[in-house]
């Protein structure tokens, strides 16, 4: 049982959340059915087959057997009930994984292309999802350009995250432990990248790095290296490169800081700290001549360390 | 020639409609416009729309089944079309209930409505605070019809000197 | 069965009766189709409703009535006499002139014409008005200058007052309201619920013409299609092709014109009445 | 009519008229602009071929990439183009036409006993929307391409920066193309049959195309206003699925589904009729509940329009739209059902022999059976929450699709191919291709059930290497060469019967039904006076091993 939760059973992924088990005997039970139906016309099929080949003895077929109303009925019926069991068995599980429990901690889960975020009730957010284990936890979520899906196997949900709506999933982790979350509705070139983790906390670990703040610059580390690790977790690196000359969807970061240049509309700009906030916060302001309206706002996103750290940071790039 | 299941020597085209009954159906679906017309200056909610379907399906009916006789015509082409009837009422109908029923299981209420309130709630804050004698006035326009407050007031105002505030600057920075 | 066969049938079927039994079914399968097509513009016109009913409220009234019911009668006009073509070709003997045909058609070609000329009108006074569909909806330069001094005197408030980000993003997105049908749909709004829902009628007016200009749009191509078959029947009538044993084509194009006027029987009502 | 009357009982093999349909008259223009269905019906043939092997080495190309984690022959872009364009034209070139556009326009005016369809102008001018529309897709995708899915959901689709309304405009097109075959099919079906032609003596297949034509005509048409609303959506900003204009995304996929899931159906339907042909055919046995078959072909079109919502279970869409979606979608998985075990039934106490066809169509039963099993997890809510855009759903509809009516139309090709060519191929190599395509079938897609109910996301250019993905790509990528060797003896060995093949005579494989009984490959107008029926297309005699196709009492002479 133990080994089971942990690395999960041939067909599924670890069980991570208190509603896994239940998706899972769904899952096993259906498999079951698909097992016995399977033998039974793979069975049934190559018996014919080999006892009925035709051959000099056997030049035509020995019966005009052309139906049988009981036999025919029988597998009418009986596919139909087991059908009517899953669909139902199906509904409730499903009613179980959708209705979140009344004291479930709500957290708001913002998607665009290709981040997430994710913002706690004291109004901090992080990249990666952090929840205390022990305690539902629903999820709101929203999205600021195009569909996404918000998918974690290790516990069973996923809900498309609908543009100009709210959607929900919960979920109750079971122990302390991290978990891959996965956009699974196609969003575009970084699909595939859009991937997170849940980290699931104790509960006591869970308060006490909500309080020091859960992405807060670790004690002691350059500001700079910080820098370039929100470069990567806020899914700049998708659209920015580092290199010199290096053209993604945006401009390269490359000797960004201090950077002379005109906008499509004809200003002419610096990059000093005032400038590189104003892009990351409202892109559409001020767009590098040549490059398309593309990049998203970091609005709510990005607090004022990590903008200091994000500039420390560039101001390394030559 | 049996075996076509739709060879019948009075069906297949060969029946023509009196001329009277033609002129009648045309009386019918004037006299119908009318009613549709009349039927609207009154305000009956919700039934407005489930009444004025009513009157076209009729006027329908009786195009498809005279002017294009189905009523006497192979029984194949009225199933046909009765058929692709069927599909579009399910094209409507999954449509429907899903958008009808998208708050009853859901805890958090109608998606839309969140949006629309939260939208709604910050305005009239922002509102009622500033300009309690405005929203005073609105109610005084309340039973004003549309037509009425026509060209003839809005002609009358002269363009002032524009005022300057965040519109109009962010209308013209692009 | 038919005695005197002259029409030749194509050399696949039997007789011209398999044939033209064949080709009607064919055509209501075609116009099972075309209904289908214009269902889902139906289903669309239900949705953003029901999303969005006092607009739609507002916005639908901005329709002409009048202008809908003559377009109304001169549709149902030419059905009938389109119906009434038929009739007559039913009735044609072999050899006799087909002059009743061509007038009757050509009278609903006339029609379908006076249809257009109806439609033209309305089409101009709506882009006149900048009630169009997406961005193109109340896109006038001076249209601010205008809301913000029709707001101003209809409500005696300034409009920075109105400066709550959702206007603003309003009218930033739709260069909002200025022409008098603007401030018309302000107006009558604001007057019965609140300053946030007359914002947001206003923005989102453009959903209600965006469907208005797709399905009267989309009928209109089926009328201008309708009219170039009934033309060509009208030619080959004049050729005297059609009598009482062959007049496919006589009574497909009228099949044809008729679902064109089925559409519009509950378009008019669902666009300009409800 | 006319054949009433005729009185000419001796039915006679043998005895070829020099003169048949190929050889009739010369010249490109003769193939381009004629309207005879058998011709049309190969030009079909070879146009999808070549659609099914440019789709074939798109997929190649998908399952190469995803070999390595990280880049391994394409970026991500290049990535999200190719597999978009595996599935458009895989859907709407391949698998949708491929059945009854091709083999269905061959074979089935034969089996009716009629002279060509109804309306044989309108079936050329099918093929030639057909050849238009894939001329755009494939202009679409050399300049740019798209890269949304075949699905082309929205807003992604109505905002990103690619040649949607183009594409969309193909697709459309080809809409145009299935309706009229739909209709003309219908059409035909009703009103062309040969005297003694009951609606209970027609073949499997015309009942099969027959649903499979009511679903094109009727689901169609919405397909193309909804790709019509998104042209719109792109170059007029109309807003109806643009949440930021007011509009609801989910409104999209209603749209989408209320014609791609019947369309499912589209792909399905034809590659059963076939099963059932070869089946009964190979056991030389009538089928096994001829009714329930037929019937069920009809139940399957008609609540094929009611499941669409089960594409839909996490889009946000009501729960209790939901539920009945979901309830529905086990409807109709009995009829389904119904089917494979009847075809399971119909071998006993045949006599069975496993040439070519027979082997594709026994793939299918075991193929189309996991597939339609492990449709089950994705019916059911509960499941379908965890399942849902994972491999598991791409391997699921892969079995389908492909193990079901690929399979079937390669099987389908094999049968019919000395009739429409008039030569044999050989019999070894077109086991040998028919096994391997299976075994490299279930070497590529098995392995994805695994990764999908483990948690990989379908459409995705990359995974990560310490996820435990990567073997099972890998073992798939290995499985998609394999396939891709089947297919080159597939086609090799076609290709060259053509030239050195042995000559059919005009029933080699001793079937029932009617386009056996003209000679191969058959006359112009297919037969000289139109047959008489009097028994089904099942009826092989147990006593006696000869006797006319459905008893028909007229042939050549």
Redesign the interface.
């Known amino acids: 049982m133990e080994s089971t939760t942990q690395t999960?059973s041939?067909?599924?992924?670890p069980q991570a959340s208190t509603t896994a088990a239940?998706?899972d005997s769904?899952?096993d039970f259906?498999m079951d059915?698909?097992y016995i139906?399977?033998a039974i016309?793979?069975a049934?099929?190559v018996y014919?087959?080999v006892k009925?080949?035709?051959t000099d003895e056997?030049?035509?077929?020995?019966?005009?057997?052309?139906?049988?109303t009981v036999?025919?009925g029988l597998?009418?019926f009986i596919?139909?009930v087991l059908?009517?069991i899953?669909?139902v068995?199906?509904?409730?599980?499903?009613?179980n994984?959708?209705?979140?429990p009344d004291n479930a901690m709500e957290i708001n889960v913002t998607a665009q292309k290709w981040s997430w975020s994710f913002k706690y009730d004291d109004g901090q957010t992080t990249s990666d999802l952090y929840a205390p284990a022990g305690q539902p936890v629903k999820l709101?979520l929203k999205s600021k350009?195009?569909?996404h899906?918000f998918?974690v196997?290790?516990f069973?949900?996923?809900?498309?995250v609908?543009?100009?709506?709210?959607?929900?999933v919960w979920f109750e982790a079971m122990k302390p432990g991290d978990h891959?979350i996965?956009?699974?509705?196609?969003?575009?070139?970084?699909?595939?990248?859009m991937?997170r983790t849940v980290h699931v906390l104790s509960a006591e670990d869970f308060a006490k790095k909500k309080s020091d703040g859960f992405e807060g610059r670790p004690e002691g580390q350059d500001p700079a290296v910080w820098g370039k690790q929100l470069y990567s977790k806020y899914g700049c690196n998708a659209c920015h490169g580092l290199e010199e000359g290096e053209v993604k969807v945006g401009p390269s970061f490359y000797g960004i800081y201090g950077r002379k240049g005109e906008t499509a509309?004809g200003q002419s700009y610096v990059a000093n700290e005032e400038y590189i906030r104003e892009s990351i916060m409202e892109p559409m302001a001020k767009i590098v001549k040549g490059y398309?309206p593309a990049m998203p706002s970091f609005k709510d996103q990005i607090g004022g360390d990590q903008m200091d750290a994000i500039i420390a940071f560039m101001k390394t790039l030559k | 020639m049996s075996q076509h299941d739709t060879h019948h020597d009075d069906h297949g085209g060969h029946h023509v409609t009196p001329l009277w009954l033609y002129h009648l159906i045309f009386g019918g679906l004037l006299c119908l416009t009318v009613i549709t017309v009349w039927i609207a200056q009154f305000d009956f909610g919700p039934a407005n729309t489930v009444i004025a379907m009513f009157v076209a399906t009729i006027k329908a009916s009786l195009v498809a089944l005279f002017f294009m006789h189905l009523l006497h015509d192979e029984r194949l082409n009225a199933l046909t079309f009765g058929f692709g009837l069927l599909f579009v009422c399910l094209f409507f109908l999954f449509p429907l209930v899903d958008i009808g029923t998208r708050t009853y299981i859901d805890p958090i209420k109608d998606n839309a409505s969140i949006l629309k309130q939260e939208k709604i709630v910050k305005a009239q804050e922002v509102h009622a605070k500033k300009h309690k004698k405005a929203l005073g006035n609105l109610s005084n326009l309340y039973n004003r019809s549309f037509m009425n407050v026509a060209e003839d007031e809005a002609e009358a105002k002269p363009v002032p000197a524009a005022t300057t505030e965040p519109v109009e600057g962010d209308s013209t920075a692009k | 069965m038919s005695t005197i066969i002259t029409h030749e049938h194509a050399h696949h079927f039997y007789d011209n009766e398999q044939q033209a039994s064949s080709a009607k079914l064919g055509m209501w399968l075609f116009l099972v189709t075309e209904v289908l097509l214009f269902s889902g513009l139906f289903v669309a016109y239900t949705v953003v409703k029901s999303l969005h009913p006092e607009m739609w409220r507002v916005a639908s009234s901005q329709l002409d009535w009048v202008m809908g019911s003559v377009n109304t009668l001169v549709l149902i006009t030419s059905s009938w006499t389109v119906a009434l073509a038929v009739r007559a070709a039913q009735t044609n003997e072999k050899g006799e002139k087909n002059s009743q045909i061509v007038g009757l058609l050509a009278f609903t070609i006339l029609c379908a014409f006076g249809f257009l000329i109806v439609k033209y009108f309305e089409y101009s006074h709506k882009i006149h008005d900048g009630l169009l569909w997406g961005k193109s909806y109340f896109n006038h330069p001076e249209a601010i200058e205008h809301l913000k001094e029709g707001i101003k005197q209809t409500f005696s408030m300034d409009v920075t007052a109105l400066s709550s980000p959702e206007f603003l993003a309003g009218l930033k997105a739709h260069t909002a309201a200025g022409t008098h049908d603007g401030q018309h749909l302000i107006h009558h709004y604001a007057s019965t619920v609140t300053y946030a829902d007359t914002l947001m009628t206003v923005e989102q007016g453009h959903l209600f013409f965006g469907v208005y200009f797709l399905l009267t749009g989309l009928h209109g191509i089926h009328v201008v299609i309708g009219m170039s078959v009934l033309a060509w029947v009208l030619v080959l009538a004049q050729k005297g092709r059609f009598y009482k044993d062959y007049y496919t084509p006589v009574e497909l194009g009228g099949l044809y014109w008729h679902l064109v006027d089925l559409i519009w029987i509950y378009l008019f009502p669902l666009l300009y009445l409800v | 009519m006319s054949s009433n009357t005729q009185a000419n009982p001796e039915y006679q093999l043998g005895e070829k008229e020099s003169t048949n349909y190929i050889n009739a008259s010369k010249g490109l223009m003769s193939w381009l602009f004629t309207i005879d269905h058998k011709r049309i019906g190969l030009m079909y043939l070879f146009t999808i071929m070549g659609t099914f092997a440019l789709g074939g080495f798109l997929a190649l190309a998908v399952r190469l990439e995803l070999f390595t984690p990280g880049q391994t022959i394409m970026g991500p872009d290049a990535y999200n183009r190719v597999f978009t364009l595996h599935g458009l034209v895989m859907v709407f070139l391949f698998i949708i036409p491929g059945i009854p556009a091709a083999l269905g326009n061959f074979v089935m005016p034969l089996m009716l006993g009629a002279k060509d369809v109804a309306f044989p102008k309108l079936n050329l001018a099918s093929f030639h929307i057909y050849v238009i529309g894939t001329v755009m897709a494939l202009y679409t995708t050399l300049d740019g391409g798209v890269d949304t899915g075949w699905t082309f959901y929205t807003p992604y689709s109505s905002t990103i920066d690619s040649q949607v309304v183009m594409m969309t405009m193909s697709a459309f097109v080809l809409g145009f193309s299935s309706i009229f075959t739909g209709l003309n099919f219908v059409v035909t079906i009703h009103k062309m049959r040969a005297p003694g032609m009951t609606w209970d003596r027609l073949p499997l297949f015309v009942w099969a195309l027959y649903a499979t034509a009511i679903i094109q005509v009727m689901a169609t048409p919405v397909l193309g206003i909804t790709l019509l609303l998104l042209a719109m959506e792109r170059v007029m900003g109309i807003g109806i699925f643009d949440p930021a204009l007011g509009g609801d995304p989910v409104l999209f996929q209603h749209f989408f589904w209320f014609y791609s899931h019947p369309a499912v159906y589209i792909m399905i339907l034809p590659g059963m009729g076939v099963m059932s042909e070869l089946i009964t055919t190979f056991s030389r046995k009538r089928i096994f509940g001829y009714r329930a078959i037929a019937l069920s072909s009809i139940a399957i079109a008609v609540i094929s329009f009611l499941v669409w919502g089960h594409h839909m279970f996490v889009s946000g869409q009501s729960a209790y739209a939901g539920m009945v979606f979901s309830f529905l979608t086990f409807l109709v998985a009995i009829p389904s059902g119904i089917k494979i075990i009847n075809w399971s039934t119909t071998l006993y106490k045949g006599a069975i022999s496993l040439d070519a066809p027979m082997v594709w169509a026994l793939s299918f039963l075991i193929l189309f059976t996991i597939g339609g099993l492990t449709g089950i997890f994705l019916g059911a809510l509960g499941t379908d929450i965890h399942l849902h855009d994972t491999y598991f759903v791409v391997a699921h509809f892969h079995y389908v699709m492909m193990g079901g009516t690929a399979m079937a139309f390669f099987g389908g090709m094999h049968y019919w191919w000395p009739k429409m060519f008039g030569k044999m191929y050989n019999e070894f190599a077109a086991r040998l291709a028919a096994w391997t395509v299976f075994v490299g079938f279930n070497v590529t897609f098995f392995p994805q059930f695994i990764m999908g109910s483990r948690g990989m996301p379908r459409r995705y250019y990359d995974y990560l290497p310490e996820s435990g993905y990567q073997i099972f790509h890998q073992i798939s990528t290995v499985g998609s060469w394999i396939l891709l060797l089947g297919m080159l003896i597939m086609a090799v060995n076609l290709f060259s019967s053509l030239k050195n093949g042995k000559e059919a005579s005009s029933n080699p494989w001793e079937a029932r039904s009617l386009e056996w009984l003209t000679q191969s490959p058959p006359i112009e107008h297919n037969f000289h006076e139109i047959p008489t029926v009097v028994e089904g297309p099942y009826e092989f005699p147990i006593a006696t091993a000869t006797a006319t196709p459905q008893g028909a009492e007229s042939s050549d002479p």
């Open positions: 999960g041939f067909w599924m992924p239940e998706v769904l899952f259906i059915l698909n139906f399977f016309i793979f049934m099929t014919f087959v009925y080949q035709k056997n030049p035509i077929a020995t019966s005009d057997l052309s139906h049988n036999w025919e597998w009418t596919p139909l059908c009517l899953v669909f068995w199906g509904f409730r599980v499903f009613l994984n959708t209705v979140a709101i350009d195009v569909l899906s998918y196997p290790d069973r949900i996923k809900s498309d609908v543009p100009g709506r709210y959607t929900t891959r996965f956009c699974t509705e196609y969003c575009g070139r970084q699909h595939s990248g991937y509309d398309a």
